[in-house]
């Protein structure tokens, strides 16, 4: 039987150091307030799925932390230069602890289907990697069998820009990974992705938590 990991990074919810594009229109305890809610939703709806996932912890506060906000669950601390580098640790680290596949996913997609990560995981069964493109250039989703696990793709990126997704892909090609693509989502990083949430029908259901709070926010 294969195993996948399916890995989430975390940051700890502290005003000023999680969404802080959010936070300028909105206030940095909004903004945390709100990043808690996203985290909140995902995991409660992946547990919901029978995802088992791993939280990748931003280690500027202890993991002691994290365990009284999330619970009892696997823990990894990022470490690495850059945002590039703690991915893959990250990556590399799930599969240390004896996994066959690997998935990596941000802790901003509130209203992410729980079924987009079944689907990558199928797809990681016959294809070598997968992507899930975010709409703004980058993505929201990696993942790797553990042989094609590789570092040239996370190395001198221009991380938070258009230029990820594609840069990406080429590297891939260069390297003969021929991933599979996933549908596109979108990540909240503006008051528009808020906005969007607010209206997009099957977010009712995904992420009650954020929507409770975003009511109100937002005119709608």
Known sequence: MM???VIVFVKFPEPGKVK???GKDLGYETAAKLYTAFVEDMLFSFDRSGLKPIISYDPFQPVKKYQEWLGNRTYIAQHGEDLGQRMFNALQAALDLNYDDCILTGSDL???NPEMIQQAKKELKKAPACIGPASDGGYYLIGFQK???TDSIFKEME???DRVLPETLSRLNTLGI???ILPEHQDMDTIEDLERLLTTP???TLCPISLAI???LLPH
């Open 20 to 22: 802080t594009r959010i």
């Open 214 to 216: 975003l009511r109100t």
């Open 178 to 180: 021929n991933p599979a």
């Open 110 to 112: 509130p209203d992410l």
């Open 3 to 5: 195993k996948c990991a």
């Open 202 to 204: 099957k977010t009712q």
């Open 147 to 149: 042989k094609y696990l």
């Open 159 to 161: 991380w938070s820009t």
